[in-house]
C-alpha cells in the first residue's frame, strides 16, 4: 500500500480504485505465475481440453491466439504510462503512481515492487530507451510501438522455450536397466 506519510489522506480512495483494473495493478511473478495457471484452467476448461489429450499449453495459445497473461500486463501497463506522460509532477494521479515506497522495515518476502518500477522493468524487457516519454506523446505511434515489440518479446520467448524442449528430448534418459 501507499506511505501514509507521503501521500495525501484524500487520495487513499483513489489509489484503492485505481489499483482494481489490470494496467495499474502491482503484480509480481508469484501472483503473475498464478494468474497464468488459472487463464490455462480456464482455457482448458471452455475448450474441452483435458490433461490426458498431451497438448501443451503453448500450443493451445497458439491456437485460441492469446497472449501470455505477463505480456498483456505489461503491454496494458505500457499503454497506461502514455496517459501520465502529459500530466504534471505536482497532479495527485501522477503522485500516486510514481509514490515511492516507505523505507522502513522489510518486510517477509523481499522488497516491496512499486508501478513505477514495474513500469520501468517492462520498458526494459521490450527494449524502449530513455526518450519512451517522447514516444508516448503521439498517441498512434505509442501504441504500434508497444504492440510491435510486445510480440517481438512473444515470438523470442516462444522460440526460447521451443529450444529448451527440443534440448530436452534431446536428453538421455536416466533409468535402471
Given at each position: 500500500m501507499l506511505c501514509?506519510?507521503?501521500?495525501?489522506?484524500?487520495?487513499?480512495?483513489?489509489?484503492?480504485?485505481?489499483?482494481?483494473?489490470?494496467?495499474?495493478?502491482?503484480?509480481?511473478?508469484?501472483?503473475?505465475?498464478?494468474l497464468q495457471s488459472l487463464v490455462m484452467r480456464c482455457l482448458r476448461i471452455i475448450l474441452s481440453i483435458s490433461t490426458w489429450d498431451n497438448?501443451?499449453?503453448?500450443?493451445?495459445?497458439?491456437?485460441?491466439?492469446?497472449?501470455?497473461?505477463?505480456?498483456?500486463?505489461?503491454?496494458?501497463?505500457?499503454?497506461?504510462?502514455r496517459h501520465l506522460v502529459?500530466?504534471?509532477?505536482?497532479?495527485?494521479?501522477?503522485?500516486?503512481?510514481?509514490?515511492?515506497?516507505?523505507?522502513c522495515k522489510h518486510s517477509v518476502g523481499g522488497q516491496k515492487c512499486s508501478w513505477n518500477d514495474l513500469l520501468l522493468r517492462a520498458g526494459r524487457k521490450v527494449g524502449l530507451g530513455d526518450d519512451?516519454?517522447?514516444?508516448?506523446?503521439?498517441?498512434?505511434?505509442?501504441?504500434?510501438?508497444?504492440?510491435?515489440?510486445?510480440?517481438?518479446?512473444?515470438?523470442n520467448e516462444e522460440t526460447r522455450e521451443k529450444k529448451q524442449k527440443d534440448e530436452r528430448k534431446l536428453r538421455p534418459e536416466w533409468g535402471w536397466g
Open positions: 501514509q506519510s507521503q501521500c495525501p489522506r484524500d487520495c487513499h480512495l483513489e489509489a484503492a480504485h485505481n489499483r482494481i483494473s489490470t494496467e495499474c495493478t502491482v503484480l509480481l511473478g508469484p501472483e503473475v505465475h498464478r497438448k501443451c499449453n503453448t500450443s493451445i495459445w497458439k491456437a485460441v491466439k492469446q497472449q501470455r497473461v505477463s505480456s498483456l500486463l505489461s503491454q496494458r501497463r505500457l499503454r497506461f504510462a502529459p500530466i504534471s509532477d505536482n497532479r495527485l494521479p501522477r503522485k500516486l503512481f510514481v509514490c515511492s515506497l516507505p523505507s519512451w516519454r517522447s514516444k508516448a506523446m503521439d498517441r498512434n505511434e505509442w501504441k504500434r510501438i508497444v504492440r510491435e515489440r510486445v510480440e517481438s518479446v512473444n515470438k
